[in-house]
């Protein structure tokens, strides 16, 4: 299986990602309900942010910990949401990639999942 190498490397990983995410029993309504997540506006927006994790590009803008915290305020996301988001990104990734870049996706998600609980929790405690 090849690596993660390229933009069009993460457009397809994030495609597959959100076609199981989307429909998930635990946690598709969060995306489909209640950030009410229109895929063809999110897409290229999440490719932009995994690719400046993974390759250091500067093309992503926005704050992702502040659109979680503002998600959880909506409807809470909790620490069996986010095993469940971590479980379905390293299904995903390898089932589509390996090598060290995809090792580093999976290691980063947990990174970036534990971070935005932390955030989240200091977030909902004022």
Not at 90 to 103: I, L, Y
Not at 112 to 123: N, T
Request: charge should be negative.
């Amino acid at each position: 299986m090849p690596d993660i190498v390229s933009r069009q490397d993460l457009e397809k990983l994030l495609q597959a990602f959100y076609q199981q995410a989307t429909v998930d029993e635990q946690i598709g309504y969060l995306f489909t309900e209640v950030a009410q997540l229109d895929l063809a506006e999110h897409l290229p927006i999440i490719v932009d942010f995994w690719e400046s994790v993974l390759f250091g590009s500067r093309q992503y803008q926005g704050n992702p910990m502040q659109k979680h915290i503002a998600l959880s305020a909506q409807e809470p996301l909790t620490a069996l949401h986010f095993e469940r988001w971590l479980d379905l990104w390293r299904q995903t990734v390898q089932s589509h990639f390996a090598g060290p870049k995809a090792e580093e996706a999976m290691s980063r998600a947990t990174q970036i999942a534990s971070l935005m609980q932390f955030k989240i929790k200091q977030a909902a405690e004022g």
